[in-house]
């Protein structure tokens, strides 16, 4: 009896599990029927391809270097400072005298700001101080192999010398950049017409495209590569799009204008054993400094001496066999503004012969940066529209109106597009060519200005999008 009992229990309990097991599915149902009407439309599964052919296609051609670019250093080494920089002055001008003797004129070459740059060695765990280096480097342009494989024999027979080096590029390479642009999209179209053949179909016209496209601006060899690719998406016969067509490029100009001001910024840097003195002998040499700036006619306006510190040396400021009894560091810059070059050229040789104080860096820069940088937008925006007209007829149509530009550059994450790699879509501020974060070297009177820079590099990014008709 009790079996029986038992049997009844069970089929009961299976039936009731049976009917929560439909009450729940039904459930689920609606909730998923409710789910899905509320999310309109259904978002499209992540990754899928928009409608169309989608291509990409790559060319390359080498051309030969028409310019020859030489560069090279001079490095002259002493324990004295005054010592390293006369030999560089005096190595200068074996260089142009060579140069002249190769018949390069003053435009055919250019002479970046020298330095002198402590050097150390370390040993057993201390820094010791070994002496100067003064360097300067030095960029020829020569208009054959010949000529630039005779400069580089002669510089061989220079122990001042270091670091020769001789690459080519193209003087002007726009026309072949847009052959192999235009080379480029060809082959995307024929890709594309494979492509949609073989899955029973037609290719019709490009919906959208964009690319990039690069001049190689040295290359190590006689010739320079020019290479595009391009990335297109075509429509497919029966398949309906908007009907219109669009390019998108970038482009990045970089041009050099002649500076029309300079800054010089120097560090004054006392050590001692009181604080008081520092702060004194501080403001004794800043007056030197400031002094020294008002006779070359610089007004009081144009020099600015920032905040002094003072503080407590690190152990691995000390070296050599100096005193550790002078813990303290008294630090303090002044920045100057010149308008004129031969100014601040005598103001570097004026401060370099002062103790205690070291030039930091000497900057050329340009008062009209902003008038300047319209003139560089305006060449990047004709390049930009001649790249996208060269992909429109690369396509077998042509270039219709502009429908956005900007300035912004777009995150592709060191991708590239038309005319610019994404990396460099950084807008930098106009810059010149000056040494790092050490002392700068100078020269006798006559030869200061040669230690400065004068050319100014402005840059100007444009991201242009068009219609393809």
């Not at 630090?331 to 004026?350: E, M, P, Y």
Request: glycine share 6%; aromatic share 8%.
């Amino acid at each position: 009896m009790q079996n029986k009992v038992s049997y009844v229990v069970i089929i009961v309990l299976a039936f009731v599990c049976l009917v929560l097991s439909l009450s729940i599915g039904r459930a689920s149902d609606v909730a998923a029927q409710t789910n899905v009407s509320s999310l309109d439309p259904v978002p499209e599964e992540e990754g899928l391809p928009s409608a169309g052919v989608a291509v990409s296609s790559e060319e390359k051609k080498n051309f030969f270097a028409d310019e020859y670019v030489t560069s090279f250093k001079m490095v002259l080494k002493d324990k004295n400072k005054d010592v390293a920089y006369k030999r560089l002055n005096e190595s200068r001008e074996k260089i142009l005298a060579l140069l002249q003797k190769h018949s390069v004129g003053p435009q055919e070459y250019e002479l970046l700001s020298s330095s002198l740059e402590k050097e150390w060695d370390y040993a057993k765990g201390k820094r010791l101080f070994l002496g100067y280096a003064a360097s300067q480097m030095v960029k020829v342009v020569s208009h054959s192999k010949q000529e630039s494989d005779s400069l580089e024999f002669d510089l061989t027979g220079f122990a001042f010398i270091d670091n020769v080096s001789t690459q080519s590029r193209l003087k002007n390479a726009e026309a072949l950049e847009v052959d192999v642009i235009k080379s480029a999209c060809k082959k995307a179209s024929r890709l594309a017409e494979v492509n949609a053949r073989s899955v029973g179909t037609k290719a019709g016209k490009v919906i959208s495209v964009e690319g990039s496209s690069e001049v190689e601006k040295l290359s190590s060899s006689d010739s320079v590569e020019v290479s595009a690719s391009v990335s297109a998406t075509l429509s497919l016969d029966g398949v309906e799009n908007d009907g219109k067509s669009y390019v998108r490029v970038t482009q990045i100009e970089n041009k050099k204008f002649l500076a029309d001001k300079f800054v010089v910024t120097a560090n004054i840097v006392f050590d001692g054993t009181d604080k008081e003195t520092l702060f004194k002998q501080m403001g004794a040499r800043r007056g030197d400094v400031v002094q020294m700036a008002k006779d070359l006619g610089v007004a009081e306006s144009e020099i600015e001496a920032q905040s002094m510190t003072l503080r407590k040396k690190q152990k691995y400021e000390f070296y050599g066999n100096e005193s550790q009894k002078k813990a303290f560091r008294a630090i303090q810059r002044i920045v100057v503004n010149f308008t004129s070059k031969d100014a601040a050229g005598a103001f570097l040789d004026g401060i370099v012969g002062l103790e205690n104080v070291n030039v930091y860096k000497a900057e050329p820069v340009l008062k009209n940066e902003d008038s300047l940088r319209v003139q560089v937008t305006n060449i990047a925006g004709k390049k930009a529209m001649a790249r996208a007209k060269a992909i429109a007829e690369g396509f077998d149509g042509s270039l219709g109106k502009v429908v956005a530009v900007s300035n912004k550059p777009a995150d592709e994450f060191g991708m590239t597009v038309l005319g610019a790699r994404a990396n460099d879509f950084s807008l930098r501020k106009a810059r010149g060519k000056y040494a790092p974060a050490y002392d700068l070297l100078s020269n006798s009177p006559q030869e200061s200005k040669m230690n400065i820079a004068d050319s100014v590099s402005v840059s100007a990014y444009l991201s242009v999008m068009a219609e393809i008709e």
